[in-house]
């Protein structure tokens, strides 16, 4: 069964228009693959341990796959915040305890698994038994989430810096600096431009585009998903939209507020999109 999702915040739209098409010709569309994006599917029974697929943060999951597709490895977030590994052959995860700090972000880039910590300490790791860690770069301290994402052939880490918001119930997304990996120096570098490229941070993926090869798009931004809070009688409710952060000039704020810089998502379709869906 196909599922209609918000690109980003992956949320199903559960209320289709009467409209919508029974089957959709996408010979008549123009389709460019962004990124990919793996999602585990929980039973329902007992954990029955720390290696349990229960254990999990239930957040970003990455796979590696051999040229002829039959070999796989899977790379997730345990909810310890260590790093959790699955190949051919394993009856349950194997936990990875080497990461000194927790974990934010993992992906697959250029045949390797690259995971980066809180403090933006970065590692690969590989397939083998046990997995071994192999340090890429030092720490880069201040933000306080750090994002990998692949861009033109690079690997960058997107560092994010979050404020309280009202009743300190949520955390904002206040700013963003962007690193490049050195892999010779062993360094992350800041980036100050990202010139036409567009980063995308969902909530279990990460992918980027080339703004010029999408009509009306801007370069040199950041779509990141971005969390309202508010209260409906006594309980409170999450609102989960997309963002927008421009790299040159520290603007940001909700995608409807920037029409220039969100075509490449926004609108959506008629056909696709009603207003008691909720707002992208």
Not at 38 to 61: C, H, I, T
Not at 229 to 243: K, L, P, S, V
């Amino acid at each position: 069964m196909a599922h209609l999702v918000n690109p980003l915040s992956t949320s199903q739209f559960k209320h289709l228009p009467t409209n919508f098409p029974k089957t959709i010709d996408f010979s008549r569309f123009r389709v460019s693959e962004l990124g990919q994006e793996y999602v585990l599917q929980y039973m329902n029974r007992r954990p029955s341990g720390e290696a349990d697929e229960w254990s999990l943060r239930k957040e970003k999951v990455t796979c590696s796959r051999t040229s002829n597709g039959e070999d796989f490895a899977m790379l997730t977030i345990h909810k310890s915040g260590k790093l959790a590994m699955f190949r051919p052959g394993d009856t349950r995860l194997t936990i990875i305890y080497d990461m000194p700090s927790r974990c934010d972000d993992l992906i697959f880039f250029n045949g390797e698994f690259y995971a980066v910590d809180n403090t933006g300490r970065t590692v690969t790791v590989s397939t083998g038994s046990p997995p071994v860690l192999s340090l890429i770069a030092d720490s880069v301290f201040g933000g306080d989430k750090k994002s990998l994402v692949e861009s033109n052939g690079e690997l960058l880490m997107v560092d994010t810096y979050f404020c309280l918001g009202i009743r300190g119930l949520m955390k904002i997304a206040a700013r963003f600096k962007v690193f490049k990996l050195d892999q010779t120096a062993h360094m992350w570098v800041e980036v100050e431009s990202l010139g036409d490229q567009i980063l995308f941070l969902g909530e279990k993926s990460t992918f980027s585009a080339v703004a010029s090869e999408f009509c009306g798009c801007e370069g040199n931004c950041i779509y990141y998903t971005h969390t309202l809070f508010f209260r409906n009688g006594h309980r409170d409710h999450a609102n989960t939209t997309i963002g927008i952060f421009n790299l040159e000039n520290g603007n940001m704020g909700p995608l409807s507020s920037f029409p220039d810089y969100s075509k490449v998502i926004w609108p959506p379709p008629a056909w696709a999109y009603t207003d008691n869906i909720g707002g992208i």
